[in-house]
C-alpha cells in the first residue's frame, strides 16, 4: 500500500473525500464518472460497513436497481470489522488509481466525522471534533428521535492496543517504509520489537534487517553490518542473504541459525545480532556442526537449542536430531529411541515444560504430513501420542507460536491450497480445536510465513507477518488473545457458593405490616424432600457415570478412527513412494531390455561372421594340402631325374642328347 504519510481512519476519510462519497454514504457523479460501476459498488459497500457498521437497514421494497444493487453491496459484506473495511477501501482506490493522493487536497485540516444512524432512513454522517488520537464515542438516535448518549470519555489508543476484537485476525495499520514482500524469512521479538531478516522474494535471498515498533507500529530499516573475524573492528561486510533460518531471542541478543545461501558451507552456520551496536558476527561453535540445511526447527529448551530435520543443499531431507549449548556453544549429535519422524522440512515445533519437544507436520518431495511427535528430552525417546479434538489437516509451511501451555498454529499449504484455519494444541492434555478462520486469499493463509507472540497491556498477542499464496506479502496481522479464565471460573464459584448459601438459609418474607417472620418448614416435608434429594443424587450419579463410561468410549472410538486415518495416510505416503520407485525400476528395466535386444542382434550377427570364417578356414586347409601334396611330387620327381644321372655317370654311360636325336 502506498505510504501517505495519513494514519487510518485519516487516510479512509481522504480516500472517501478523494472517491466522492458525502454525507450518508451517498455517491457522487465524480465517483460514477471516475470509477466503473462494480467498483464504485463496492467502494459504497466498503464505505458504509466502515463508517455505520454492518447492514441493518431492510432490502429496499421499490423497484430500483441502483438502490437495491448498493444494498446488495454493501450486506455483502457481512459482519467484517470497521477497520478491514477502511483497509480495503483505499486498498481497492490505490489499486484504481495509483496517483489519487497526490491529488487530495490538504486533508489534516477537514474534520473527522462520526456516524448517526436514523431509521428507516440513509445513514448520515455528521462533523465531530477530534483532538490528536482520541476517540470520542458517536451518539446513537433512537426510533423515537432522542438522542442517547454513549460514553464520551476520550481513549488514546496506541500500538497493539488499537486491536478490539478478541480471537479474531485483524490486519494492522504501520506506519515507515515497509519492507519487501518476502517469504521464508526469519522472525523474533525482542524489547518491544519485532526484527524480521532475510527470506525469499521471487527466488532471491534477502539480506536486510527490519524492525516493527509494537508501541509505535512503526518499520525502520536497521543498517546492520558484519563483524569480520579479525580483531580490528573497523573491518565490517555485508551480511550473506538467505532463506530458510531461524530466528531465536537468546538474552539482550537473538541468533540467526542455517538457512538456504547461495553459496552453501559444510556446516551450519551461527549468526549473532546485537542491537545495541546493530552489528552481525560469527558465532564460533564447537563440536561437530550439523550440516547446513534450510527449513529445520530450531526450538529453544532451557540453555540449549534443539534442532530438527530440514533439507540440505542437495535436496535431501533430514530427521537428523542435534543440540546446541549456549553456555559452551557446543553442538552434540543426539541418537534418540523409537521411531522418529519421517525426513522432512517446513514443519512445526514447541517445547512443553522445557522436557517434551514436539514436532508437526511439514513435508517431503511428494506429500505434506499432519502427524504429531513427540520427543522426552530426559530419555531422548520418541513417541506417536493419542490426540484429542479435531484431526489437523496436512500441511507444511506453517508457523507455530507458544503462549503458556498452548501451541497455536497458523496457514501452511498441503500442495493444492492454503490452509485457512488458525488451530491451537493444548500441549497438556494434546487436545486440537480452531480459534479462527480466515476467509479469501489473504497473507494468513500463506506458507512460509512467521508467528510470534506478544504481550501488551495485560493481553497476549499473536503477530504474523509475510507469506506466499500465490503472491508475495509484507502485511502483518494480530489475533487478540481472549484473557485467562482463572478471574472468570473464580467468579463462578463465588456466585455459586454465595447461592447455596442463599439457598441454606431459612425462607423469609415481609407481611403487610413490615414485619419478618421466618416460615419454619414441616419436619414431615424435610425428610420427604431429603429422600427425594437422595433419590435425585443417586440417578444423577448413576446418568453421570453412564456418561463418562459413553463419552470414554466415544473417545476411544475417536482415537481409533484418527490412528486408523493416521495409518491410511501414512500407508498412502508409502503407496505413493512405492509406486515412484516401481515406476523407476520399470524404466530401468525397459532400458535393460532393449540393451539385451540390441546385443542378441550383435551375438546373431558374430555368429554369422564366425560360420563364413569356419567355411574359409577349410577351405584355406584344402587348399594348403592341395599346395603341399603338388610340392612334395615335384620335390619326389626332382629327386628321381637327379638319382638316375649319377648313376649314368658312375658306369661310363653319357647322357641322352635330346638334341641329337
Request: aromatic letters at 6%; one cysteine or more.
Amino acid at each position: 500500500m502506498a505510504s501517505s504519510g495519513l494514519a487510518y481512519p485519516d487516510r479512509f476519510y481522504a480516500a472517501a473525500a478523494y472517491a466522492g462519497f458525502g454525507a450518508g454514504g451517498a455517491t457522487s457523479s465524480a465517483a460514477i464518472s471516475r470509477f466503473q460501476n462494480d467498483v464504485a459498488l463496492l467502494l459504497y459497500g466498503l464505505h458504509q460497513q466502515a463508517t455505520v457498521g454492518p447492514c441493518n437497514v431492510p432490502k429496499p421494497r421499490a423497484w430500483n436497481p441502483v438502490e437495491q444493487s448498493k444494498w446488495t453491496s454493501w450486506h455483502g459484506l457481512g459482519s467484517m470489522p470497521s477497520a478491514e473495511a477502511m483497509r480495503l477501501f483505499v486498498k481497492i482506490l490505490e489499486e484504481e488509481d495509483p496517483g489519487w493522493y497526490s491529488r487530495v487536497p490538504e486533508f489534516n485540516s477537514e474534520p473527522v466525522v462520526d456516524i448517526q444512524m436514523h431509521p428507516k432512513e440513509e445513514p448520515q454522517i455528521v462533523p465531530a471534533s477530534t483532538n490528536g488520537t482520541s476517540i470520542s464515542e458517536p451518539k446513537i438516535i433512537s426510533e423515537n428521535g432522542s438522542s442517547v448518549e454513549t460514553q464520551d470519555k476520550d481513549v488514546i489508543l496506541e500500538g497493539l492496543s488499537t486491536v478490539s476484537s478478541l480471537d479474531e485476525w485483524t490486519p494492522l495499520s504501520i506506519s515507515g517504509h515497509h519492507p519487501k514482500p518476502r517469504y521464508e524469512h526469519g522472525a523474533t521479538v525482542l524489547q518491544d520489537k519485532m526484527y524480521i531478516f532475510g527470506g525469499n522474494h521471487n527466488g532471491r535471498y534477502l539480506s536486510d534487517l527490519q524492525a516493527l515498533d509494537l508501541k509505535s507500529l512503526t518499520w525502520s530499516k536497521i543498517d546492520a553490518k558484519l563483524q569480520a573475524e579479525s580483531s580490528d573492528s573497523a573491518k565490517t561486510s555485508q551480511i550473506a542473504p538467505c532463506a530458510g533460518h531461524s530466528l531465536i531471542t537468546w538474552g539482550h541478543k537473538f541468533f540467526s541459525i542455517a538457512g538456504h545461501t547461495k553459496d552453501p558451507s559444510e556446516g551450519i552456520t551461527v549468526k549473532e545480532f546485537d542491537p545495541h551496536t546493530c552489528t552481525w558476527s560469527i558465532v564460533r561453535t564447537y563440536g561437530k556442526s550439523p550440516v547446513s540445511r534450510g527449513g529445520q526447527t530450531v526450538t529453544l529448551v532451557g540453555t540449549t537449542l534443539v534442532l530438527f530435520g530440514g533439507e540440505d543443499a542437495k535436496r535431501c531431507l533430514l530427521n537428523d536430531l542435534h543440540i546446541l549449548d549456549l553456555e559452551t556453544m557446543t553442538w552434540d549429535d543426539v541418537d534418540a529411541i523409537g521411531t522418529p519422524p519421517s525426513p522432512r522440512s517446513d514443519h512445526a515445533a514447541a517445547c512443553h515444560t522445557d522436557r517434551y519437544l514436539l514436532i508437526f507436520g511439514g513435508g517431503s518431495h511428494a506429500t505434506c504430513f499432519n502427524d504429531l511427535h513427540v520427543l522426552d528430552l530426559q530419555t531422548m525417546e520418541w513417541s506417536r501420542p493419542k490426540q484429542q479434538g479435531l484431526t489437523p489437516s496436512p500441511r507444511a509451511g506453517h508457523a507455530g507460536a507458544t503462549v503458556g501451555e498452548n501451541w497455536y498454529i497458523v496457514g501452511g499449504g498441503n500442495n493444492k491450497s492454503g490452509v485457512s484455519e488458525t488451530l491451537v494444541l493444548n500441549m497438556s492434555t494434546l487436545t486440537w480445536s480452531v480459534v479462527s478462520t480466515v476467509e479469501g486469499r489473504v497473507p494468513l493463509a500463506s506458507e512460509g510465513m512467521t508467528l510470534v507472540h506478544s504481550s501488551y497491556n495485560g493481553y497476549d498477542y499473536l503477530i504474523s507477518f509475510g507469506g506466499y499464496n500465490g503472491r508475495y506479502s509484507n502485511e502483518v496481522y494480530t489475533l487478540k488473545l481472549s484473557l485467562k479464565s482463572d478471574s472468570k471460573s473464580t467468579t463462578k464459584e463465588e456466585t455459586v457458593s454465595d447461592t447455596t448459601s442463599r439457598v441454606a438459609e431459612p425462607e423469609v418474607e415481609t407481611s403487610q405490616d413490615g414485619k419478618i417472620r421466618e416460615i419454619a418448614m414441616d419436619s414431615a416435608d424435610s425428610d420427604l424432600k431429603n429422600s427425594t434429594d437422595e433419590a435425585s443424587e443417586q440417578l444423577l450419579a448413576a446418568l453421570k457415570a453412564e456418561k463418562d463410561e459413553l463419552e470414554a468410549t466415544l473417545n476411544r472410538e475417536q482415537l481409533q478412527t484418527v490412528q486408523l486415518k493416521e495409518d491410511i495416510a501414512q500407508a498412502e505416503s508409502r503407496n505413493v513412494e512405492l509406486t515412484k520407485e516401481l515406476q523407476a525400476v520399470r524404466g530401468q528395466l525397459a532400458a535393460e531390455q532393449s540393451r539385451c535386444f540390441k546385443l542378441e542382434v550383435d551375438v546373431a550377427e558374430l555368429r554369422q561372421k564366425l560360420q563364413s570364417m569356419d567355411a574359409l578356414e577349410k577351405e584355406v586347409e584344402l587348399l594348403r594340402r592341395q599346395r603341399a601334396a603338388s610340392e612334395q611330387a615335384a620335390l619326389d620327381a626332382k629327386q628321381r631325374q637327379s638319382s638316375g644321372g649319377m648313376w649314368g655317370w658312375l658306369v661310363g654311360t653319357p647322357p641322352d642328347d635330346k638334341s641329337e636325336s
